[in-house]
């Protein structure tokens, strides 16, 4: 009895120091969750904003005459206030919250009929990657669909982020993958133009110089446009394309000349799409499409030009054609 007497009394000491010591562990980790989600970013809601969601549009039939809808992905852009679909509005949901807790607290309330409560910044419609940024591809892949009218590549955006914005025009990084999931799998920077048009009504950054790649394919190589180059142009407009010919000249006295003729024939680049057409629309709301097809648009074709006549090897009178100016023709 008098032993046990005196383990009952040192565990009744023991108990205080056990308690400091259980308190301590519990301020520690109170204060490092605080610390992790007391920056004055609003980091769950910026990560459920800026992602990828399902984007399909119908390319075509296959060769056995099925319809083929691709899911290409799109980067939301903005928070929404109300969800439009279930699977929508469940991330839609979480992006108004600045925790998991306040997800599950407010859906309790809806579910009990009052009034949700909105928090953090990105409510109301606010960028999700705030005022400096948007949310963008991190990148792409290219797969070839094997369609009735033929082999059809189609881009299909693979994760998202927040990208800074830049007030000038300028060529960025754009990675794509060729390929995917094969021997020949291969990454290439092909670049791209970001940059805001500025005070210049109907200009945007696009693409007017040009590089090529290679990439080994099962079929030999393929040849891969990159863009090098990028400046302020209407939606429909021309760039450089530079051809030589050998022209026949006669100099002074009477000699004759062979010369290298440069001439810049000009291209006709851009787009002209009315817009896509929606073929698939959500029963609950009809301001949400579910399947798009591609709109085809006018074509950018060319509205002026010049004419180049000279002399070639064989003494024959040559004309070549340059494009001057582009205009939208349907």
């Known amino acids: 009895m008098g032993v046990q007497a005196v383990l009952r009394n040192i565990a009744v000491d023991m108990m205080p120091l056990c308690v400091l010591l259980l308190l301590c562990v519990c301020h520690q980790s ?13 980091l769950f809601a910026e990560r459920a904003c800026c992602r990828r969601q399902s984007h399909f549009i119908y390319i075509g039939k296959d060769i056995s005459g099925s319809p083929v ?12 206030s ?4 279930f699977e929508l509005g469940m991330h839609s949901s979480y992006s108004r ?18 009034p949700s409560r909105e928090s953090g910044p990105t409510s109301d419609g606010a960028p999700s990657c705030g005022s400096s940024s948007t949310c963008e591809p991190t990148g792409t892949r290219v797969d070839k669909v094997l369609l009735l009218d033929g082999l059809r590549e189609v881009e299909i955006i693979e994760d998202c982020h927040c990208e800074a914005k830049v007030t000038w025009c300028l060529r960025a990084p754009s990675l794509k993958t060729y390929f995917f999931e094969t021997p020949y799998e291969t990454v290439i920077d092909v670049g791209k133009c970001v940059g805001s048009k500025g005070e210049l009504e109907g200009f945007s950054c696009v693409p007017t110089k040009f590089d090529s790649a290679l990439v080994d394919t099962p079929n030999k190589v393929e040849l891969i446009q990159t863009v090098t180059g990028c400046d302020l142009k209407e939606g429909c407009y021309r760039i450089p394309y530079v051809e030589y010919h050998y022209e026949i000249t006669y100099n002074e006295e009477g000699l004759k000349e062979e010369k290298l003729k440069e001439i810049d024939v000009g291209r006709c680049l851009g787009s002209c799409t009315s817009g896509n057409r929606c073929l698939l629309r959500s029963a609950s709301d009809s301001a949400e499409c579910l ?6 648009g006018s074509a950018c074709v060319p509205q002026g030009y010049e004419s180049h006549t000279f002399l070639n090897q064989h003494g024959q009178t040559r004309t070549v054609l340059a494009i001057t100016s582009c205009l939208c023709q349907s």
């Not at 691709?70 to 929404?80: A, F, I, L, S, W």
């Not at 109300?82 to 679909?85: D, I, R, T």
């Not at 306040?102 to 309330?109: A, P, Y």
């Open 69 to 80: 809808n691709v899911d290409v992905g799109m980067c939301r852009t903005h928070c929404q």
């Open 30 to 42: 109170s204060t490092a969750v605080l610390s992790k989600y007391g920056e004055p970013r609003n």
């Open 291 to 296: 399947l798009w097809a591609e709109g085809q």
């Open 97 to 114: 919250h600045s925790s998991m807790l306040d997800f599950l607290r407010d859906k309790k309330m809806r579910m009990l009929g009052a």
């Open 82 to 85: 109300q969800p439009s679909s």
